[in-house]
């Protein structure tokens, strides 16, 4: 667990090394066990200094969560808290000189006895991480990160770093004070080393224990420190509307802190990271964003009993966005890829879009040069179907129409071998109906990614009825090799994100047609935990899209078919009034360079009605109808599980992740108490709303979708 040594210069290094662990991780046992070897090293005369280094490839990824949430006694996790708080107090008080020798990354825990050493010195790789971003999952750190953070780059500098969760690389991290100094890996060792026996001796003593310490941007009192509090205040407000108690924990604990001695200040940190350790909303978001997603990450859904597939070169077809983004995915993931347009020129822009972001990476050092000139030589256009030879995989991304899909899957097919898989980048056509057009739809799935797709982690990975088993564990596969998460769902129309995401863009369109102020419609919206209100939305994926979606279905389910008040305004806003989206610059938003505001319009054509809802009634609907989507979609077993479910509500679209999801909401709320208000909105807004049997069953059987 800890390895130690002491060379005959009198230097001690401890050694971070759990060898029943893929990483290091700190946690109750971990914690006692270098804090032995911490006053092993402190108690020894011989010893000059200590490096504290790591075994691994990483350094510390912070807290072991999961242990971490068990132990729900806050008396138990104060002491806990203030004994390591205490441990690290000794470190950097002590006679003896530490110095971090960040190998790899470190982060929350992991960077906080980091911080507690006299010097930190990283390994020049731009692959590690170093912060503290336990905020984004809910927490706060509890091992002096908000105090000693504060005290070494100044209180507003370190807010912008703990409030949002920042992880910076080595080079960032020196420009900013995070560590002292950088070297190539190889030289890590030695440089601690060699700091210990030069300047370990005069640096014991840390600024802020020295007489006459003052912070860089001044006390929480002066002109400069109201100003950074004030302003830190109202952002996080903003960003948070209340709904994350870690963010206004690390807020007072950085403020409250700044205005104390250090030993009070970590006292104050213990309170406010125990306080947000045992809140929902930490263990709805550990539960879903660390817990689950690792199963997810881990492919606990592939078939097993199927031999992992090494991807050597896939196809894409429709150099638009999507293919675009696919093509720069997979060539950086290593493989060989085919992009396939109508015309070369097109084809070309689908490359150069893959050169800018080459560009980018090249210029932040993430690649050198040369691996972004391979990874580019990669990308092959072509106007040819023949060009697919030899692809294992060909993934269509073509526009959502139906006969077009069907055109260049028959095309694309006839070119490639037996065994290739096809699947379609579709984000709502039945998957099934699809595989139609090939002759082998057992090796036919849906891929469905997310736009931007270099930037959004999800990808939902449909089954049609006559998907194999092997298609499925081939595409997961695939999916882990360009470094997605992928949720497995079962084929319908619109699969599970977008069936349930609609949910939300169409009641807030229907509210509008109701006479709900759009713009209340729109800030309720971000209160409930939205990242963006449903007409923004409905602007950003296209209104002429949704519309066309709705033709789709209708056309499809015939007598079937339900009509609402949204179809109308979508008939409007597309037929009569060319409000197409953002793509025009004009929907349920006006667009300038820089500028977005409702359209005034809509006020005219849908006035508020007298009987307005309130804040808190329009939040719940908004929110309620994609929980209960969701669970019909679990019921008819289109997303096969409540992890999946939340892990892709989150990912997907932004629902918002203090709840831990669509799933997670209902949870948070009870079962029961979310039937009955459910049963009360029914009977207000309509059937909609209307809890289905089962979920029912499970509020009278008091059960849970989590143990």
């Avoid at 978001?285 to 817990?291: A, D, G, I, K, P």
């Avoid at 056509?429 to 090939?438: K, V």
């Avoid at 090796?443 to 930037?455: A, D, R, T, Y």
């Avoid at 709705?550 to 079937?560: S, Y």
Wanted: with cysteine; net charge neutral.
């Amino acid at each position: 667990m800890m390895d130690y040594s002491v060379d005959g210069d009198g230097i001690a290094t401890l050694f971070w090394n759990l060898t029943d662990r893929s990483a290091n991780v700190l946690n109750f046992e971990t914690a006692v066990a270098f804090g032995r070897k911490v006053q092993e090293a402190m108690a020894d005369e011989n010893v000059l200094g200590a490096v504290i280094t790591s075994s691994k490839k990483d350094f510390i990824l912070g807290a072991d969560l999961t242990t971490l949430l068990e132990e729900r006694d806050p008396a138990v996790l104060m002491e806990r808290s203030s004994r390591l708080q205490k441990l690290l107090r000794a470190m950097e008080r002590g006679r003896t000189p530490f110095v971090a020798a960040i190998n790899g990354t470190a982060l929350g825990g992991g960077y906080e006895i980091c911080l507690a050493c006299h010097y930190r010195i990283a390994a020049d790789d731009p692959r590690i991480q170093i912060g503290l971003p336990e905020v984004t999952l809910g927490l706060c750190p509890g091992a002096g990160g908000t105090q000693r953070l504060q005290r070494m780059i100044g209180s507003r500098a370190a807010l912008s770093l703990l409030l949002d969760g920042t992880k910076v690389d080595p080079q960032k991290a020196l420009a900013m004070g995070l560590v002292d100094q950088l070297v190539a890996p190889e030289m890590l060792l030695p440089a601690a080393k060699q700091w210990l026996l030069r300047e370990g001796a005069r640096s014991t003593v840390k600024p802020w224990d020295k007489k006459g310490f003052v912070f860089i941007d001044g006390t929480a009192h002066s002109p400069k420190g109201f100003e950074t509090f004030m302003e830190a205040a109202a952002r996080t407000h903003d960003k948070t509307h209340a709904n994350y108690p870690a963010a206004l924990g690390i807020l007072s604990s950085v403020y409250e802190g700044s205005q104390v001695d250090m030993n009070t200040a970590l006292r104050i940190e213990s309170r406010y990271f125990v306080k947000c350790l045992i809140s929902p909303q930490a263990k709805s978001m550990v539960r879903t964003l660390f817990s689950s997603m690792g199963e997810v990450n881990k492919l606990a859904s592939r078939p097993r009993g199927i031999p992992p597939t090494e991807y050597k070169k896939i196809g894409i077809l429709g150099a638009g966005m999507m293919g675009s983004g696919l093509a720069y995915l997979a060539a950086l993931a290593g493989l060989q890829v085919v992009l396939i347009d109508t015309a070369i020129e097109t084809a070309h822009r689908g490359k150069q879009f893959a050169k800018r972001l080459l560009d980018k990476k090249a210029q932040d050092k993430l690649i050198s040069d040369d691996e972004r000139l391979e990874t580019l030589r990669r990308i092959k256009l072509s106007t040819e179907y023949g060009s697919l030879r030899g692809c294992e995989l060909v993934i269509e991304a073509v526009y959502e129409d139906r006969r077009l899909k069907f055109e260049v899957i028959q095309k694309a097919e006839a070119v490639v071998g037996r065994d290739a898989i096809l699947a379609s980048d579709t984000s709502h056509l039945p998957i099934t109906g699809l595989a139609e057009a090939s002759s082998h739809p057992e090796n036919f799935i849906g891929l469905h990614f997310f736009s931007p797709v270099e930037k959004m982690q999800l990808v939902e990975i449909v089954v049609g009825r006559r998907t194999s088993d092997e298609c499925l564990a081939r595409a997961m596969d695939f999916a882990r090799a360009i470094k997605k998460t992928p949720i497995v769902v079962h084929d319908s129309r619109g699969f599970y994100t977008s069936r349930v995401f609609s949910t939300y863009v169409l009641e807030g369109i229907g509210m509008l047609a109701e006479g709900v102020v759009p713009a209340l419609i729109e800030n309720a919206a971000r209160m409930a935990g939205m990242a963006v209100g449903p007409l923004a939305v409905a602007d950003e994926i296209s209104v002429e899209l949704a519309y066309r979606v709705r033709q789709h279905t209708q056309r499809d389910l015939g007598a079937q078919a339900t009509r609402t008040v949204a179809d109308d305004v979508l008939d409007k806003m597309v037929e009569t009034w060319g409000r197409l989206g953002k793509k025009i610059g004009k929907g349920f938003y006006d667009y300038s360079p820089g500028k977005k505001r409702l359209w005034p319009g809509l006020s005219e054509h849908f006035p508020a009605s007298p009987n307005g809802l309130s804040v808190e009634q329009v939040m719940k609907r908004l929110m309620y109808i994609q929980s209960l989507e969701t669970f019909r979609c679990l019921e008819e077993k289109v997303v096969l599980s409540p992890q999946d479910a939340d892990v892709g509500s989150v990912l997907g679209w932004g629902f918002a992740p203090f709840l831990g999801g669509t799933v997670g909401q209902m949870e948070a709320i009870g079962v029961g108490p979310f039937v009955r208000e459910c049963d009360a909105m029914a009977l207000a807004y309509g059937p909609r709303f209307s809890p289905p049997a089962l979920l029912r069953e499970m509020a009278a059987g008091n059960k849970s979708f989590y143990p």
